[in-house]
Nanobody, 123 residues
């Protein structure tokens, strides 16, 4: 199982970014949950969202109404669309995977991790 996250960059407050997570070694429609997590400087890693193969998605309160998860099974890719970005969204964003239908977004619940992609929200 491998995960490749990309799409980070520098964006102004109020702007948007779309992160991508390409999975290999398994199919998204299989028995896997995919999470997006982030780690801001000096802070612990935290869950942002978690989506399951049956289409159930959890969003952290900080993400609700601004972030949207989608998937393209043909490309074996999960996306995180981030709108109305704030400086406090600045972090390294990771995608992660585990077996199961749980929407638990706790970092310790994930078995497989991709490398992070840096999102910087600044004017």
């Amino acid at each position: 199982v491998q995960l490749q996250a990309s799409g980070g960059g520098l964006v102004q407050p109020g702007g948007s970014l779309r992160l991508s997570c390409v999975a290999s070694g398994f199919k998204l429609e299989d028995y896997y949950a995919i999470g997006w997590l982030r780690q801001a400087p000096g802070k612990e890693r935290e869950g942002v969202s978690c989506t399951t193969s049956i289409g159930s998605t959890y969003y952290a309160d900080s993400a609700k109404g601004r972030f949207t998860v989608s998937r393209d099974n043909a490309k074996n890719t999960v996306y995180l669309q981030m709108n109305s970005l704030r400086p406090e969204d600045t972090a390294v964003y990771y995608c992660a995977a585990r077996l199961g239908y749980s929407r638990n977004s706790s970092p310790s619940s994930f078995s497989y991790w991709g490398q992070g992609t840096l999102v910087t929200v600044s004017s």
